[in-house]
């Protein structure tokens, strides 16, 4: 009999796992505290649970998180884990400690198949989804490497699904695994401290505003369709005009009143003022800020970062009109844990799995 892995399982799924094994759906509560709360490895420490359950649970269930590869520390404090999830494969855990928060970037595929031509990630090919235990699990881990404990402060205080992958093309792990997050149960964030990124994938955009409408950011970095095209490739299929249509209709679920754009600055690509001024005109009707982003090089990417003067400029166009613009500040390049430097190690499988995302899609 094949064993459940328990970090798969939201409540609903757990609930239903203690009621096919005969036992109360109440079980499924206290085991989540012990799980998510308290970083539970083994069934033996959950002492509000009958000798008889701890017993019968390691016959019929694991707990099996991700596996550390390795850990790197940043001089600025940030730390990358590297998670074994299979034979040559694992993905990039981040987590960035500021002085009013404290954000874990977590990954939801091995590698990505979208191919963003300034991305280090894309580059190296995809493999598959994560599951719900390989994506919750590197908040698991997280927790559990900083010494989170339950009855304190919190140490995560916001999740951004912006790491490896793109968490729209693995939609149904993605959306189980935010709902452990904001679980009272589980880790309890709010919706607005659960963030996800996106590159465009319109239908998934829409499923998640009907399903579980957490902030949403979407990795926009061109103003044009043209330039679009070039540097996120899933424009060709999700063009803009579907997109920002696609962003107005989100807002009015999503949990904040605008939507982020991310915008990665390429010198002499995307950054001059004309790009600014179709990027005005693009988002007119989208409550939206702007996330401006210090591009982040890695080899043969052929690209360069934006000066700093030019990055302000662009800024302060769109701040005369009204919008909000920050700058990204970079964190973590010294261990390549900062904005597109996350890489991982893939077996690249990037084709056939690309084919079955499209007709998905």
Same mark, same amino acid.
């Given at each position: ?178 709902? +452990? *997050?904001?679980?009272?149960?589980? !880790?309890?964030?709010?919706?607005? =401290?659960?963030? $996800?990124?996106?590159?465009? /994938? ?40 579907? +997109? *920002?249509?696609?962003?107005?209709? !989100?807002?009015?679920?999503?949990? =904040?009143?605008? $939507?982020?754009?991310?915008? /990665? ?97």
């Amino acid at each position: 009999m094949n064993r459940v892995n328990l970090l798969d399982l939201d409540q609903a799924a757990l609930v239903a796992f203690f009621e096919s094994i005969g036992e109360k759906p109440f079980r499924a509560r206290q085991v989540m505290h012990w799980l998510h709360q308290y970083g539970a490895d083994s069934f033996e420490g959950m002492t509000d649970l009958a000798k008889s359950l701890r017993a019968k649970l390691p016959e019929v269930a694991e707990i099996r998180p991700p596996v550390l590869g390795h850990e790197q520390i940043s001089a600025d404090g940030t730390r990358k884990w590297l998670l074994e999830v299979g034979p040559s494969n694992r993905v990039e855990t981040v987590f960035i400690p500021e002085t009013d928060r404290g954000t874990l970037c977590v990954s939801t595929q091995v590698g990505c198949a979208l191919d963003c031509a300034f991305c280090s990630t894309g580059k190296q090919g995809f493999n598959r989804n994560l599951s719900v235990a390989e994506i919750v699990g590197q908040l698991w881990w997280a927790n559990r490497a900083l010494g989170r404990d339950p009855k304190g402060e919190r140490i995560i205080s916001n999740v951004v699904l912006m790491g490896m992958g793109e968490p729209l093309l693995n939609f149904d792990a993605t959306v189980a695994a935010v709902s +452990l *997050m904001l679980d009272d149960h589980a !880790y309890g964030l709010s919706r607005r =401290r659960v963030t $996800i990124s996106t590159s465009g /994938i319109v239908p998934a955009m829409d499923r998640l505003r009907e399903r579980m409408p957490v902030a949403l950011a979407v990795s926009l970095h061109a103003s044009n369709d043209a330039l679009r095209d070039e540097l996120v490739p899933i424009n060709r299929k999700y063009p803009l005009k579907q +997109l *920002m249509a696609a962003c107005k209709r !989100y807002v009015n679920d999503g949990p =904040r009143d605008f $939507i982020t754009f991310e915008y /990665i600055m390429l010198d002499g690509v995307n950054d001059r003022p004309e790009h600014a001024d179709q990027l005005l005109q693009l988002t007119r009707d989208v409550p939206c800020k702007f996330n401006l982003i210090p591009f982040n090089p890695f080899p043969m990417s052929g690209f360069r970062r934006s000066p700093g003067e030019t990055v302000r400029r662009f800024a302060s166009r769109l701040m005369a009109e009204g919008r909000i613009a920050t700058t990204r500040k970079t964190r973590g390049d010294d261990i390549d844990a900062a904005c597109g430097q996350l890489a991982g190690q893939v077996e690249d499988r990037s084709r056939r799995v690309l084919q079955r995302m499209e007709l998905a899609a």
